[in-house]
């Protein structure tokens, strides 16, 4: 079973409004989480990296917020643009390895002008 | 900026070809990874290597082997390729320092006829 859950799966929304998606995850005990964003035919790049102490961190229009005791995580995109149309994927490091990460299967956003 | 690249976007083989993947990256990071992402699934890691000629296996070495003769340099070989391993493939590097962010070559999608 994967220890990283994303939802939802995909969604649609149009240019300027809101949305949030949501992270669940199981690793315990965790280093830090970060969100990732994948443009079509590119590789991951880092948006934002929490650690366990750190509740919320901000990226421009893209702020993520985290509760470790209920182990979920969020990432809320403001304002959308068309550019943030990409997979969006949640990535939690383990304590005891550093290196060793389990990634969610990401939450594909397009954003429809 | 941190570079990874990859030697090839696409990639069409036969099923029994032997196969090369190269990854490169420019920023004299210690640690190279080797991940394949498949739709629905988190990336999942095939191998890792720490330092030139050393390797590790990840979640999913079978059918798969590396090569690291160079630390700039690590290559994921598929010795008799398989239908089965159709997929992206994302090649990663990152410090030796514990903590830092993966960087993300732009990936390989390998089809296997």
């Known amino acids: 079973k994967n220890q990283v859950e994303q939802s939802p799966q995909s969604l649609i929304i149009l240019e300027g409004k809101n949305c949030t998606l949501q992270?669940?995850?199981?690793?315990?005990?965790?280093?830090?989480l970060r969100w990732y964003k994948q443009d079509t035919g590119r590789g991951p790049v880092s948006l934002t990296i929490?650690?366990?102490?750190?509740n919320t961190k901000s990226n421009g229009r893209y702020t993520a917020t985290l509760d470790a005791d209920t182990k979920q995580s969020s990432l809320h995109i403001t304002a959308s643009q068309l550019s943030d149309s990409a997979s969006y994927i949640c990535?939690?490091?383990?304590?005891?390895?550093?290196?060793?990460?389990?990634f969610g299967a990401g939450t594909t956003v397009t954003v429809r002008a | 900026d941190v570079k990874v690249t990859q030697s090839s976007r696409y990639l069409v083989k036969r099923t029994g070809e032997k196969v090369f993947l190269e990854c490169v990256q420019d920023?004299?990071?210690?640690?190279m990874f080797w991940y394949r992402q498949d739709p629905g699934l988190g990336l999942r890691l095939i191998y890792f290597?720490?330092?030139?000629?050393?390797?590790e296996k990840g979640d999913i070495p079978e059918g798969y082997s590396v090569s690291r003769e160079k630390k700039e340099r690590f290559s994921l070989i598929l010795e008799s390729a398989s239908t089965n391993q159709t997929s992206m493939y994302l090649c990663?590097?990152?410090?030796?320092?514990?903590?830092?962010?993966?960087?993300f070559g732009p990936g390989t999608r390998l089809t296997v006829t």
């Open positions: 990535v939690v490091s383990h304590l005891s390895n550093d290196y060793k990460l389990s």
């Open positions: 992270c669940n995850y199981t690793v315990s005990p965790f280093s830090n």
């Open positions: 929490m650690t366990f102490s750190e």
């Open positions: 920023m004299d990071h210690e640690n």
């Open positions: 290597s720490y330092d030139v000629k050393m390797k």
């Open positions: 990663a590097s990152c410090p030796a320092t514990g903590g830092h962010e993966q960087y």
